[in-house]
């Protein structure tokens, strides 16, 4: 099916405003971390390092759904079972097929307004559309995977995820590809719409081989008494750039943006995390931890921003780094933005190395350090492990990190 | 008698460029338990964490012997390989790490073999039950959130799991309650051999009517002063360390 006029028309804008926007210098106080052109946001369209064959997708536990965007080009979803009016689909194929929930809500939270939004909206070739009607329960896992197989330069891939009023969902996109003989450029777009009293948990998994540069941007809208949770572990990929923001728009919300990474070799990640509080007496919670060893190098930038007219703020940001050698380095920004009062807000950023006591007590059971150390780092980030709220998924990202740090 | 599973020989540790250790000489036959008393600051527990190879601990001279074998320049793990164990005053607490993952890694290590998971969880259950701990201990973190008396009986929990040929236990009976410190002292108790070596290190002889001692070693100023039967014990109690001169007035 053809794509509707709208949808083109939004391509069609989103081209010019890629256009017409200025470069990135990297100067910009957004980007003086992570170099704008290590993720290609303009110039001519990268090319494909060439094919190195099929791709080894994990057996992952049972989902409701999967869908497969190999290179992200777009396939049919193989549906195992979902609740009566529960859709699930190819974006593509949702714009004609599903076009008056599309319609109002794609691009809504992650526009073209910039450049990164601006590339990603042009040039988005798949992705997954998850619709969940009021007070239905669709909280076995949705899963999409993504996979860059070296045919394409450019894999660009959209989610859209809209919770309607009391109803439950739980969304897994998950980035994988072999290690590849150069680069692949990934851009991501990730909107997520959670009605009053619904919940959704989102996980991103970020798990590339060599080559894959990705810049990823989600955005979360919490209504009245939502709950929502973005979940983000970054394990894989040369340069990845990861900006999760938690958008609050109605009373009593609860949402977490969770995040785990663990870097080595010359790997370069960014998380930029945001919650802003745009309404009253909602809670927040921003808690990233990350491992980092060889000549890795990680930036965590945080902001919790209350506008005015947003009383009743519960609001946190936490994040710990571990560095395992010299040589590695972590950036932690922890920031705050508030202009109303009467609000709780705490905001923590700290960089450290292994306790060496914790390493003696270990060793002295007789663990040799490695052993000892990829113990640490286990335990270290299990802390955000814990807030996954499914057991089976918390077990899956458990065993993905522990086969990272093998 | 028993050849001598630790044998230490003008042993001489500094922390922190500070001389603790002052020539240091101790030998204990396999199989046998050895109290080491002392005032406080008289060198005890630096003695527990250069036997463990704590990197903050610098042996500046001397030697430490384990079964016949130099272990003063190896790595703590390579000497608890060898059968090596301290029970800790002050067990870490790990965050993140579970009980049941730490003590497969260690037991693993200490065979040099990967230990099945069935046999694994019977002899954890096995070590569970002597020192009266129940299941779901597994799951919990090391040492996180563990009362005083936990700590201490995990310590001797795992030194029963691990089953060392050795091992130090480094006030073990500090902070411990009657009923903890009974259920630490039958399990030290049923470990008891011929091939296990203990030393207790203690400020109080209240463990020693529990464990009982074969030797008791009495440490001043980082020397040993003195060697008896478990009467030096009783003496001490009843008179301190006061014969034992002048750097017993600064500690007391």
Known sequence: MASPAWADEARETARATLADLPALTGREEDWRFTRPRDLMLEGPEPEAPGAVGDVDVPEAGQRAVRLHLADGAPSEPAITELPDGVVVGELGSALAEHEPLVRDRLLKLVGAGDKPGALNAALWSGGTFVYVPAGVDATLPTETVTTATGAAGRVATRTLVVVEEGARATVVDRYLSPDLPGRVHASTAVELFVAPNAELEHLAIVDWGAGVHHQMVLRAQVDRDARARSVVVTLGGDVVRVEPTMQIVGAGADARALGLFFAGGQQHFEHRVVSRHEAPNAYSNLLYKGALQDQARTVFYGNLIVPPGSPGTDAYQTNRNLVLNEGARADTIPFLEIETAEVKCSHAGAVGRVDDEHLFYLKSRGVPEAEAKRLIVLGFLQEVLEHVRLEELRHELEAAVERKLT | ?252
């Open chain 2, 1 to 252: 008698m028993a050849e001598p599973i630790l044998k230490i020989h003008d042993l001489q540790v500094a922390v922190d460029d500070t001389p603790i250790l002052r020539g240091l000489d101790l030998e204990i036959p396999q199989g046998e338990v050895h109290a080491l008393m002392g005032p406080n600051g008289s060198g005890k527990s630096t003695l527990a964490y250069a036997i463990a190879g704590h990197p903050r601990y610098d042996i500046t001279g001397g030697t430490i012997e384990f079964e016949g074998e130099d272990v003063t320049e190896m790595e703590p793990d390579e000497r608890a390989a060898l059968g090596l164990f301290l029970a800790m005053q002050y067990p870490v607490e790990v965050p993140g790490v579970s009980v049941m993952n730490f003590l497969r890694a260690s037991l693993t290590a200490v065979r040099g073999e990967e230990v099945k998971p069935r046999e694994f969880i019977k002899e954890f259950d096995e070590a569970s039950e002597l020192l009266k701990f129940d299941r779901s201990f597994a799951d919990r973190y090391l040492n996180e959130g563990f009362s005083g008396g936990e700590k201490k009986r995990h310590e001797i929990m795992q030194m029963a799991l691990l089953k060392p040929k050795f091992a130090v236990l480094d006030e073990t009976d500090s902070g411990l309650d009657v009923d903890a410190l009974k259920v630490v002292s039958e399990g030290v108790n049923s470990l008891r051999g011929p091939g296990l070596g203990v030393l207790i290190i203690t400020h109080y002889t209240r463990i020693l009517r529990y464990i009982q001692p074969d030797v008791v070693h009495v440490m001043i100023d980082g020397k040993v002063a003195q060697t008896g039967g478990p009467e030096l014990a009783e003496q001490l109690e009843e008179r301190g360390y006061a014969e034992f001169g002048p750097a017993e007035a600064a500690t007391a």
